[in-house]
Each structure stands twice: as structure tokens, then as C-alpha cells.
């Protein structure tokens, strides 16, 4: 029979349990029934902290200050002070855990969500299994050992790197092989450059140049390798190579890349990240994340768990910082390289790639900034991804953060293995790295060959002959152990559950993220906001002045057909240049986030339109129409006006739609502008107004059905 204290002290622990287990935490405390309340406080203070030993310490001094007693007195005294004090904290204690309880509940939601690891769900059960219950009545805690130093160890390693998951969901491991893996392009010129050829070359000459001779080399799952060499080496063609970029009608391939027993990239999902960082400067970091995450993952994936996987993100990569800074360009300053280029890994980590290419990562970059990027991807390697990444001349603290080495020199391999065996290996060449050397630095020199005079070049060709060779030989060796594959149960075969490619976005999703980030990039860009304001204002002021109060008599035709002219293709020919010249910029992230399947061409023209819909599109022409129609001295007829208006309300969405045109005929300014000079000549000869089109030549007087103009001039004449 427990006396009122252990009563109270057993009551109060099972409370403290009961809770504890509800906010999921591993509470491993148990009432030992003792004699005295000092075991008890010593609990109670492990998880109350301070504020315990106050209370506890104030009610001790209150209960003591009676005076002397006699022995029986005393006792009962003692033991007054025993059960208030017990009382006192009971009652603090309920407080806190009504506190804490109401505290829990705001992120319970959260907590369920997420599921639990391994770690979590074997302490879960072993704390379960010290708390049962009997019928209806109160948690009781079982007899027995306290927990291990181990358990609580492992329970407190998994909270501590819980916040540090990237991915909503696990990784599926994947190993990527090379198989004598050989690509080749054909050079022969075509019929036209041999016919205007100087030199004739004779039928028997081969025209195929080797770009990468038989590589073979392996990654497992969960490392991260570097592809060295010197410049034109093929780092970079071998990359682009393994992840299915390379294409072409002159390129002949040979050798096999498995990814898991599969030689089907698209059975697995990864993510290539550019060499150069294709971002719109005038949004910040978090938000270039967080809409690269509504375009990336799947609608199943709710509007929290994007934002909760873009925080983890920003925090793996230490992007915290730098989270609300925009990303900026040469004219408006923003986020440094460093940022710049792990805010671009973060836009590919979004969609959970269990492989991972970057083209050079640290070009570009500062030593401490490269550092600071290898090292990232060295994390999420050693959380089960695979990464691959060419690199330009790394310092020798990256070189030892990798995990393998393929070694190119004219796209033949020299070495393709453990980067911890590398220098041992060449060692064994003859060739061993001198005191305070960079690997890197000292292995492309290796076999690098210097072609400024003929005796050197003979040298590196001969080192690098028999590298080569060495290679081969002991490739030949080691042929039986690497051939058969999938030799790591690990790295089997993709399961049918993540075989597919993530489902993508639909249309209606991909148009409204697409439009809400249209729109905050052109709010955020006044000088291009208000300069088709202005030009509007502007143009239609001077035009107006010189067309003012165009004569309605015989006499004035001229006058009105040369301001329906103007109104109908000058307005319009300087929009079309000025929207050529904004695709020139925009069309770059569209082209790149097409490549990687997030993006659509209808998504991509209805967005950029519908986010400029109130501020450009229609003030524009509507801005131009009161100013030009009245100035000109048109018929003041509502009816007439609208009319006006909506021929250039008209013209304003052909002119934009045309530069999307040009744009698709060449991506740089100077193609597409020729393209829009070339069209808008043959509409102002072909529409009408400096010749009629029944006078024209026959041969070439289909051109005024090329002119949009045609259609649009009886209309315009009306007012």
C-alpha cells in the first residue's frame, strides 16, 4: 500500500508518461517508489529544467520555518512538509504540462504526418511496452531496467537529423556501369562544302573523329565521382553521354551505360543540373524554390509538404541566409556565384532525383565557394544518392572529398576507380606524386600533352601511350569480377513501384504557376513595366501632333490613310522588336525547363499572356487609342472608338504572337530581329496602303496574304 505521497508522485509521473507519449517524445523515466521525494525531484528537474528546483526548493523553505516540536510532533511536521511539498508539485507541474500540451498541438498535425524510421519505431515499442494499462483503469508503468545508453543515444541521433531530410520519400538507390562505352561522330562534309572544296579527299579516308574510346567504369549507389582531365579531354561529352543528352544524326555510339541492370534512363529518376545558371534575378531564392517545386512534383504533394520540402532544402544547403535575397544579374546585385549555383542544385533536388549529373559545379567560383558546393553534394551523396559531376582543376581538399575518379586524356580513359587508390596506382606506374602537391593539379598534368615543340609532344605522347595501356591491362585482369552485374544486392533492379517517371503537372497547373510567377517578375521590373507604358504615351503623342486634326475633305484622304498607316503597323512593328527583344532572356529558362519535362509550349505562351494581361496588354493599346484617335480627329462616335480600339487591341496580340515566331526561328536578338525586319517589309509593301493589291504583279501578289493588314484596313478606314 503506497503511502499519499508515492500516491501523488505515481499520479503525477503517469500524467507526465501519458503526455510525453502524445507529443511522441522517448520518455524513460519510471518512479522508483522511493522513501524520500529527492529521486523524484531529480526526475522532475531532468525534465522541467530550473524552474522545478525553484518551486520545489520555495515550498521545502515555507513548510520549515515552525518552530521546535517534540519527537511525535516533528515526525508529523516532517511529514506535513512531505506531502505539501508533493502538493506544491503536483500542482506546478500540472501548470507546465498544460503548457506544453496546448504547445504540442499546433505542430501534432505536422508530426503525424511524418513517417517514422526505424530507430523511432523501436524506441516507440520499447517505451510501449513500460507503459500498459489495466481495464479501465489509469496507465500504470511497468517494472524494470532503465533504458540502455544506446537507445536513448540512437532516439537522440535520428531527432537531430530528422530536420536535416531532404525528400518527402526515400531515395531508390541506383548504380550506373560503363560498358566499353565508344562515341563517334561523323565529319565528312556535306555535298555543298565538297563541291566548293579545295582539296579533294580520296574515297578511302574516314571522316569519323573519336570522341570517347572505350570507357568502362562503375558507380555505385550513395558516392559521389568526379570526371578530371584537361580541356577537351571529353568530361564533359561523357556526361552528357551517360545521361541521354547527346544526340545527333553523325553520332555513333557503342557500349552500354546500365543503370541498375537497366539500360533505360528513363526508368529511374534523375536530374541534370547545367553549367551555367539559368534564373530569373528578380526573384529571391525561396521563391525560384518554391516554384520550381509547384511545377516539379506531383499534385498528390499538398501546398505544405512543397513548402516544409523547400525549407529542408534551403536548409541543406545552406541557403538560410541568402533565402529572401533575389537572385540579381551584372545590373542589379543579388546572391554570389556560390548561392547562385546551390539555389540551381536545389531546383533539381526538388523532384527527389536518386542521380544527380552537374557540369562543372564550381566553375566560375572562389576555392571556399567550390569547397562549400563539392561538400554539399558529398552530403546528399552519403544520403544514398548518386552524383556524378566533371570538375575544372579542384583544389585538393575537393579532390579528397570524392569518392571515385574517372580520369580522361582525348577522351581515352587513364583511370576510372577509387579515388583513394588513384595515387597509389600510378605510384606502382612509376609515376608517384611529389611532397605538397594537388592530386588533381598533378594527375591532369599527367596526362596532359604539351604540344609546343615537337620533343616535348613526342614525351607526353609516349607517357601517355603507356598510361593507357596500364589502364587496359589492368581493366583485362579485373574483367571477370566486373563483368557480371548488380553483384551488390543493394543495387538490383528498379522496382516496378519507382520505375515510372513522377507524373507530371497538369496543363492547368503548369499555366497558373507559370502566370503567378510571370506576373511578379514583370511587377518587379518597373523600367520594363512602364516602358510600353511610356512608348504607348509617347508615340501616340507625336504621331497625334503630326496627324493633328487630319482634314475629312477629298483633299485629306492622304493625310487619313498615311494616320491609319501609322496607327495600324508602326504601333505595332515597335512592340513586335520590343517583345523580341524580352523572349531573347525569358526564352532560356523555358528552354531549359522544357528539356527536364516541367514545362509545356501552350502552358508557357497562355501564362506569359495572362500575366500581362492588365498591365500590358490591354493598357497599351487602350492608352494609344484615346490619345492617337482623338488627337487625329476621328469621328467621335463611341461606336467608331471601340472599333478603333479592338483593330489595335488586335494588332498589339499579333505583334506579340509574331515575336514568339521569330524567337522560335533563332534564339539570339540579331536572328530574331531580322526575321521581324523581314516580315514587317513584306506586309507594308503587300497590305495596300502604298499600292493597290489588284496592281500588283501577278507572281508576287500572294505576299498581301501574308500581310495581316489586308483584312484589317477596310476596318480602320471606317473611322
Known amino acids: 500500500m503506497l503511502n499519499p505521497i508515492h500516491q501523488t508522485h505515481l499520479q503525477t509521473l503517469t500524467l507526465i508518461v501519458w503526455l510525453e507519449r502524445h507529443q511522441r517524445l522517448c520518455c524513460r523515466t519510471r518512479c522508483r517508489r522511493c522513501d524520500n521525494t529527492k529521486r523524484c525531484e531529480v526526475l522532475y528537474s531532468a525534465i522541467f529544467g530550473p524552474r522545478f528546483d525553484s518551486a520545489c526548493n520555495a515550498a521545502r523553505s515555507r513548510a520549515l520555518q515552525t518552530p521546535s516540536v517534540s519527537k511525535r510532533e516533528g515526525s508529523a511536521t516532517k511529514h506535513r512538509v512531505r506531502v505539501n511539498e508533493s502538493l506544491a508539485c503536483a500542482a506546478f507541474l500540472f501548470s507546465q504540462l498544460l503548457f506544453r500540451y496546448v504547445l504540442v498541438l499546433s505542430t501534432d498535425t505536422a508530426m503525424e504526418s511524418r513517417p517514422k524510421s526505424i530507430a523511432e519505431s523501436e524506441v516507440v515499442e520499447e517505451r510501449d511496452h513500460d507503459i500498459q494499462t489495466t481495464g479501465d483503469g489509469p496507465l500504470k508503468l511497468k517494472d524494470g531496467p532503465p533504458p540502455s545508453a544506446s537507445v536513448r543515444r540512437v532516439a537522440s541521433t535520428t531527432a537531430s537529423h530528422h530536420d536535416n531530410v531532404i525528400s518527402l520519400h526515400e531515395v531508390e538507390p541506383v548504380s550506373v556501369r560503363l560498358e566499353h562505352l565508344t562515341v563517334s561522330v561523323d565529319e565528312s562534309p556535306n555535298a555543298i562544302a565538297r563541291l566548293f572544296a579545295k582539296k579533294k579527299t580520296p574515297p578511302s579516308h574516314s571522316h569519323a573523329k573519336t570522341i570517347l ?164 553534394l558529398q552530403n546528399l551523396a552519403r544520403r544514398g544518392r548518386t552524383i556524378i559531376v566533371t570538375i575544372h582543376q579542384p583544389r585538393s581538399e575537393i579532390f579528397g572529398l570524392f569518392d ?25 606506374l612509376g609515376h608517384e606524386m611529389p611532397p605538397f602537391t594537388n592530386p588533381a593539379e598533378y594527375l591532369i598534368d599527367l596526362v596532359s600533352i604539351d604540344s609546343r615543340n615537337e620533343e616535348a609532344e613526342a614525351a607526353a605522347e609516349h607517357r601517355v601511350n603507356h598510361i593507357k595501356n596500364a589502364w587496359r591491362e589492368h581493366l583485362s585482369k579485373t574483367a571477370n569480377e566486373k563483368d557480371e552485374l548488380g553483384s551488390d544486392a543493394a543495387t538490383g533492379s528498379v522496382s516496378q513501384s519507382h520505375a515510372k517517371r513522377v507524373q507530371k503537372t497538369s496543363l492547368v497547373q503548369q499555366i497558373r504557376v507559370l502566370t503567378a510567377r510571370t506576373w511578379i517578375v514583370t511587377i518587379r521590373d518597373p523600367m520594363g513595366m512602364f516602358g510600353s507604358l511610356l512608348e504607348a504615351v509617347a508615340m501616340a503623342i507625336i504621331t497625334g501632333w503630326i496627324f493633328l486634326n487630319v482634314d475629312g475633305s477629298l483633299s485629306g484622304i492622304r493625310s487619313r490613310q498615311g494616320a491609319l498607316y501609322n496607327a495600324a503597323a508602326l504601333q505595332g512593328y515597335l512592340i513586335l522588336l520590343y517583345e523580341t527583344y524580352r523572349l531573347t532572356t525569358d526564352i532560356q529558362l523555358f528552354d531549359e525547363e522544357r528539356r527536364q519535362g516541367v514545362v509545356s509550349i501552350p502552358a508557357f505562351l497562355v501564362s506569359r499572356r495572362l500575366a500581362r494581361l492588365f498591365i500590358e496588354d490591354i493598357p497599351v493599346p487602350l492608352i494609344f487609342s484615346i490619345i492617337y484617335y482623338f488627337m487625329c480627329g476621328f469621328r467621335a462616335d463611341g461606336e467608331q472608338f471601340l472599333t478603333f480600339f479592338g483593330v489595335v487591341l488586335l494588332l498589339q496580340y499579333i505583334s506579340v504572337c509574331f515575336a514568339m515566331t521569330c524567337i522560335a526561328v533563332s534564339r539570339n536578338f540579331a536572328g530574331a530581329s531580322l526575321v521581324a525586319n523581314l516580315a514587317y517589309t513584306l506586309q507594308s509593301m503587300g497590305c495596300g496602303f502604298f499600292i493597290q493589291s489588284n496592281t500588283i504583279p501577278i507572281y508576287v501578289r500572294w505576299t498581301k496574304w501574308t500581310c495581316y493588314l489586308v483584312s484589317l484596313a477596310p476596318t480602320l478606314s471606317s473611322a
Not at 552537374?358 to 567550390?370: M, V, Y
Not at 576507380?417 to 605510384?427: R, T, V
Request: charged share 20%; with cysteine.
Open 213 to 376: 574510346d572505350d570507357i568502362s567504369a562503375e558507380m555505385p549507389s550513395g558516392t559521389l565521382t568526379a570526371i578530371i582531365g584537361g580541356s577537351g579531354s571529353g568530361k564533359t561529352s561523357l556526361l552528357n553521354q551517360m545521361s541521354g543528352r547527346m544526340q545527333g544524326k553523325r553520332l555513333s555510339c557503342s557500349g552500354r551505360t546500365y543503370f541498375n541492370k537497366s539500360d533505360d534512363p528513363s526508368r529511374i529518376r534523375s536530374a541534370y543540373v547545367i553549367q551555367q545558371d539559368i534564373l530569373l534575378p528578380t526573384l529571391t531564392v525561396r521563391e525560384t524554390l518554391m516554384y520550381a517545386a509547384q511545377l516539379r512534383l506531383p499534385s498528390s504533394v499538398s501546398q505544405g509538404e512543397r513548402k516544409k520540402l523547400v525549407e529542408e532544402v534551403i536548409l541543406e544547403l545552406s541557403l538560410k541566409e541568402a533565402a529572401d535575397t533575389r537572385i540579381g544579374n551584372h545590373a542589379h546585385k543579388g546572391c554570389s556565384g556560390g548561392e547562385k549555383r546551390r539555389t540551381s542544385i536545389g531546383v533539381q533536388l526538388l523532384s527527389n532525383p536518386s542521380l544527380l549529373w552537374l557540369d562543372e559545379p564550381t566553375t566560375g567560383l572562389d576555392s571556399t565557394s567550390a569547397y562549400q558546393v563539392i561538400k554539399t
Open 404 to 428: 571515385n575518379v574517372i580520369l580522361l586524356t582525348r577522351g581515352s580513359p587513364a583511370y576510372a576507380g577509387s579515388a583513394k587508390d588513384c595515387l597509389p596506382y600510378f605510384a606502382e
